[in-house]
């Protein structure tokens, strides 16, 4: 017994350490936090050098483009080419702030007009692998963060905080197949629940086949879990197709955020109540 | 022991970088393939433990289902492991052919995982096409730490 243990220990060492990351991973439910440790040391020592990471790639990449088109020219256009590239990186510079200040503006704009109060933040990396997809937001428990806030845009719902570190925070995207929001047809009020498919899209599940969903509806929060305010767009109705059960459809729903794209986000610091209204209760 | 430190750091490196440079772009599954290459060229306990450490890294990092990546890696150990009595991983064929199986399965591994919380998930094709990027990359990853491991081991002798 004892020979046949030490013969074939890596087996069974591997068996145990499969099985124990079986059932971390079945029972990653929200009671318990898990891996506190470690997330709490990848915050303080992998999260900044994902943001220097990050810095540093956008500066390059504004050098990349402000100097590759002009590598090559000839000595004699050395005074123009150092005027075109002096305006080149002006223009280039200016353009980034026009974006930047644009972005912001109307991020500014959006966090101004939403009766909720919302704190604006930025991504620092993405995980779009295979089926996960999340994101890391430069805003953690420090600021004021916690777990399961909306994060959202001008656009619409980006997705919610799942975990939440001294410095960052991690956002579970739309799209992620563990994500799911109470949402309502806008046009008919018919409601349902929005799920992430694992890939680029949703899927509208609980709509009854006799409901009335065409494509081309928007489907926004209902605001019934507390989690998400009302009235946030979701996405639109891209395909209806018949459930397998005969009885739900299967209705397939394009995110309104490119997920892809995103460089700022809001997050909604208290979806319940509206500002205003808090105030109010608490007068 | 060092050599697993070396690898544990590869691998996390490789997962800071995907996350910020390369979230949307589809890359080798460098941790598919430092599992691949610990568990046929040095299997022991401390390899398992690497794998089960680095799948938790990238559960961590990625924010995906905490342990599922482990398992998929430990599962992948195991696979390489039993299947190194009868095969060997020598030519780099062989090498591209396996690692992109083994990222296939690390795939419907995390896909089953995650059915097990919404079960209309897609089968995403990015699956296949890490796989296929994975097994062509594999070749030239596996020479790397090949001769990574001949500089350490020279270094050894020189002592």
Do not use: W
Not at chain 1, 251 to 270: A, F, M
Not at chain 2, 6 to 19: P, Q, R
Not at chain 2, 65 to 89: D, E, P, Q, T, W
């Amino acid at each position: 017994m004892n020979s046949f243990a030490k013969r074939h220990r890596i087996i069974i060492i591997a068996m145990l350490l499969a099985l124990f990351s079986l059932h971390l991973a079945l029972t990653d439910t929200k009671v318990a936090e898990r891996g506190f440790v470690l997330k709490r040391v990848f915050s303080i020592t992998v999260n900044p050098v994902q943001n220097a990471i990050t810095v540093m790639y956008r500066g390059a990449a504004g050098a990349v483009n402000n100097y590759v088109s002009l590598v090559g020219v000839q000595k004699e256009n050395e005074s123009y080419r150092d005027a075109l590239i002096k305006l080149q990186e002006e223009n280039y510079r200016l353009k980034e702030e026009v974006n930047l200040s644009g972005r912001l503006k109307r991020l500014l704009g959006y966090k101004q007009s939403v009766p909720f109060e919302t704190t604006s933040a930025a991504i620092l990396a993405y995980n779009m692998d295979r089926l996960t997809k999340t994101a890391v937001i430069n805003k953690g428990s420090a600021d004021g963060m916690r777990k399961d806030m909306s994060v959202i845009t001008p656009e619409g719902v980006v997705g919610r905080t799942i975990r939440v570190t001294g410095r960052t925070s991690t956002v579970l995207l739309n799209t992620d197949p563990r994500s799911n929001i109470e949402a309502i047809v806008m046009r008919t009020r018919v409601r349902g629940i929005v799920e992430g498919n694992g890939s680029d899209g949703l899927i509208l599940k609980y709509v009854r086949e006799l409901d009335d969903v065409k494509a081309g509806d928007l489907v926004v929060t209902s605001g019934f879990s507390g989690l998400f305010p009302k009235g946030l767009v979701i996405g639109e109705v891209t395909e209806i197709r018949k459930g397998t059960d005969n009885f739900f459809n299967h209705i397939t729903v394009t995110p309104r955020v490119d997920l892809k794209r995103l460089e700022d986000v809001l997050v909604v610091k208290n979806a319940g109540l509206p500002t205003g209204l808090e105030a109010g209760a608490r007068d | 022991m060092k050599d697993f430190l070396i690898y544990l750091l590869i691998s996390t490196a490789y997962l800071v970088v995907k996350s910020t440079l390369f979230s949307t772009v589809p890359l080798p599954d460098i941790t598919i393939i430092v599992a691949f290459y610990v568990a046929y060229t040095r299997p022991s306990i401390q390899g398992v433990i690497l794998c089960f450490v680095i799948g938790y890294i990238e559960d961590v990092l990625g924010g995906g289902m905490l342990g599922s990546a482990s398992f998929s890696l430990v599962s992948v150990f195991i696979a390489v492991y039993l299947l190194s009595r009868k095969m060997h991983f020598t030519t780099p064929a062989i090498r591209a052919g396996t690692a992109a199986a083994l990222a296939l399965l690390k795939g419907v591994i995390l896909y089953l995982l995650i059915s097990s919380v919404n079960e209309n998930i897609y089968f995403s094709f990015r699956i296949f096409v890490e796989a296929v990027i994975t097994g062509a990359f594999a070749p030239a990853v596996i020479n790397l730490f090949d001769r990574l491991g001949s500089i350490q081991e020279d270094r050894v002798f020189e002592r």
